[in-house]
């Protein structure tokens, strides 16, 4: 992806958050906190070639969300039964292959992708579902002091590096197979999202975290090169090693005008105008009943009356509002959700280089209730969230009015 074409990071001034249970890609806390003084931080006892272990001790939270992609045949079998294609994740069987990627086919989607691992060497070794090959040295002394972990997540990958030691480096390049004009657009919840030159969505990185053998954050970020991302870290004397970073790389939904099949009055529509018309009644246009005419306020409780499976009919969803960056509104599924309490939807308004109005959904879902229900769940989903943008697109005249 091109550095010249990125555009400048846009913040949505509105996000309304939604309940129903998608195949969006997992969202993670960016940081570990760090470990009690009366516990023994793990440091060097722990091999950076036994990913369980190493993720276990520093990263349990996202241990515990890796998931079994279909193979090719139970993806054909899901797709007789739901109608639509369920996210792929195809493992390379070699340093020089790569990963691929491809979404669930609903409304919204985004796009296939591949990309390579910068540095990796040797046959791929598995483990719990877990892929992982050594990284070349930098010191070139033969000696693989970083190891690669391909993690599959419901509806994307974890790409994780695990350093040894200092001599591992500070530096870790992934390279995507982009279209030409790919660009980003940075969230005001911290996510990055990529479109190709038509604005369509193709795909989203996670905010980049890193964290050493006590838990404790470190300093990382990302940037481009071309296709190339790299995520640095920033290591100091004192940094307890291994050391544990990682991007994720996820599919969420992205509706725009230049996504769905029919048209909408006001297409173009700025986000304070998309802000107005659901402040004057939210739920006018939020298409799930349970919302109130009100604009939410923090701590608002909602009894959201949806349909994850349309098989299955209607079930409450009950959750709570509140606010997070950037003016953002989140959806937390309380006691009793079918996604598992504490899951997270967030919707975000945005307009992109062209003007156009999109609408960004994505989603942290603590409960996988299996390939099967996910996907189907993620038709509906992207139906009824394709139906909440052409409300307001339709409407959004920047009066305000309902």
């Known amino acids: 992806m091109p550095s010249s074409r990125r555009s400048t990071p846009r913040r949505a001034s509105l996000a309304a958050a939604v309940v129903a249970s998608t195949l969006c890609a997992v969202l993670l806390a960016p940081a570990g906190a760090a470990l009690a003084a009366s516990e023994q931080p793990p440091g060097l006892a722990l091999d950076i070639h036994d990913p369980i272990a190493l993720l276990q001790a520093l990263a349990p939270d996202e241990l515990a969300q890796t998931s079994t992609p279909p193979t090719p045949a139970e993806a054909d079998a899901l797709r007789a039964e739901v109608g639509i294609d369920p996210f792929r994740l195809g493992l390379p069987n070699s340093p020089t292959e790569p990963l691929a990627l491809s979404p669930a086919q609903t409304e919204g989607a985004g796009q296939a992708v591949s990309l390579t691992i910068g540095g990796a060497v040797g ?111 920033d290591l100091a004397a004192d940094t307890a090693f291994p050391v544990l970073l990682d991007p994720t790389w996820y599919y969420a939904y992205d509706f725009s005008a230049a996504k769905p099949s029919f048209p909408v009055h006001y297409p173009k529509a700025s986000e304070s105008a998309a802000k107005r018309l659901l402040q004057a009644c939210f739920s006018c246009h939020f298409p799930i009943e349970g919302a109130t005419r009100a604009y939410p306020l923090n701590g608002t409780v909602f009894m959201l009356k949806v ?36 899951s997270i939807i967030t919707f975000s308004w945005y307009n992109d280089p062209s003007g156009y109005l999109h609408l960004y959904v994505h989603a942290m879902v603590k409960k996988d209730l299996g390939t099967l229900a996910n996907v189907a769940n993620s038709k509906a989903a992207g139906l009824t969230w394709m139906e909440f943008w052409r409300r307001v697109a339709d409407r959004a005249d920047g009066t305000g009015g309902v």
């Open 307 to 342: 349909s994850p499976w349309t098989q299955l009919g209607w079930v409450w969803a009950p959750v709570i509002v509140q606010h997070a960056m950037g003016g953002a509104l989140q959806f937390v599924a309380a006691p009793g959700h079918f996604d598992g309490e504490g």
């Open 123 to 233: 046959q791929p070794r598995s483990d719990s579902g877990i892929t992982s090959f050594d990284l070349a040295s930098p010191a070139d002394d033969g000696e693989a002091t970083a190891a690669a972990y391909i993690q599959p997540l419901q509806n994307g990958v974890r790409l994780l590096t695990a350093l040894a030691s200092p001599a591992a480096g500070t530096a870790f390049d992934y390279t995507f197979d982009l279209p030409d004009g790919a660009y980003a657009t940075e969230l005001p919840t911290g996510q990055t999202l990529l479109a190709d030159a038509t604005h369509a969505y193709i795909g989203t990185l996670e905010p980049a975290w890193a964290r050493d053998a006590t838990g404790a954050s470190l300093p990382t970020r990302y940037t481009w090169n071309g296709d190339t991302l790299t995520q640095h870290v």
